[in-house]
């Protein structure tokens, strides 16, 4: 229906037409998990690792970068894919902030060399400028830092959930990596971290 110059709308159909337009945002914007976690601010331990490439990261190498931390390694065939999955999923939906990074710690550093490593990257089509798949030195290294840097205290098993790390390298917030409207949450999360605003409850 074209409108002619002048002509003026009558005032239910304008509202009709402002209505519309507004489910069509909303349904742009992704929802908060009901299951709201608190913003925490834990300052992670000094860490060093080796990722894919070879290359060294640690605290120091992500300063200044937000990103998403979880545990994982190469065989397991349980809850991993998915996080996985996941995680790709958030930096696909990411690749407008560039200081965004994925980290993945191994949990069986042992048996995830390097080469192994490079290989699980290569399946999941991992860039290399946004990924990191780390192995610390030891398997003991690794439960630490899931027990003690992130408080996820189970010393036998890996955790099957996501961390937010800000770029003073303080972890804000964790969620569960396998549920799609908490990893909304997270989404939303990254953005309001990136636009330099602190963490809350609601949504901005």
């Known amino acids: 229906m074209k409108l002619l110059r002048g002509a ?24 908060r998990s009901p299951n709201v976690k608190p913003v925490v601010a834990w ?8 990722d894919q490439l070879g290359r ?4 120091r190498e992500l300063a200044g970068k937000i990103w998403v931390a979880t545990f994982f390694f190469v065989q397991c065939t349980g809850p991993c894919p998915d996080m996985i999955r996941g995680l790709a999923e958030l930096e696909k939906e990411t690749r407008d902030i ?3 990074r994925m980290v993945a710690f ?16 290569e399946a999941w089509r991992a860039d290399p400028k946004r990924w990191h798949f780390l192995r610390a030195e030891s398997g003991k290294a690794a439960r630490d830092l899931q027990e003690r840097g992130f408080k996820a205290g189970d010393m036998d098993h890996h955790t099957a959930n996501f961390f937010l790390v800000d770029r003073k390298g303080r972890v804000r917030r964790w969620w569960d990596a396998r549920n799609e409207m908490e990893r909304a949450s997270l989404l939303l999360d990254i953005k309001t971290l990136a636009a330099g605003e602190e963490l809350s409850v609601v949504d901005h």
């Open 56 to 59: 060294t990261i640690g605290k």
């Open 43 to 50: 300052d992670l331990p000094d860490f060093s690792c080796t």
């Open 106 to 121: 191994s949990f069986r550093p042992e048996e995830d060399t390097v080469p192994e490593l490079a290989a699980y990257a």
């Open 8 to 31: 003026q709308l009558p005032t239910c159909s304008l509202l009709l037409l402002l209505a519309c337009a507004s489910c069509g945002d909303d349904a742009q914007v992704p929802r």
């Open 98 to 100: 560039p200081d965004v």
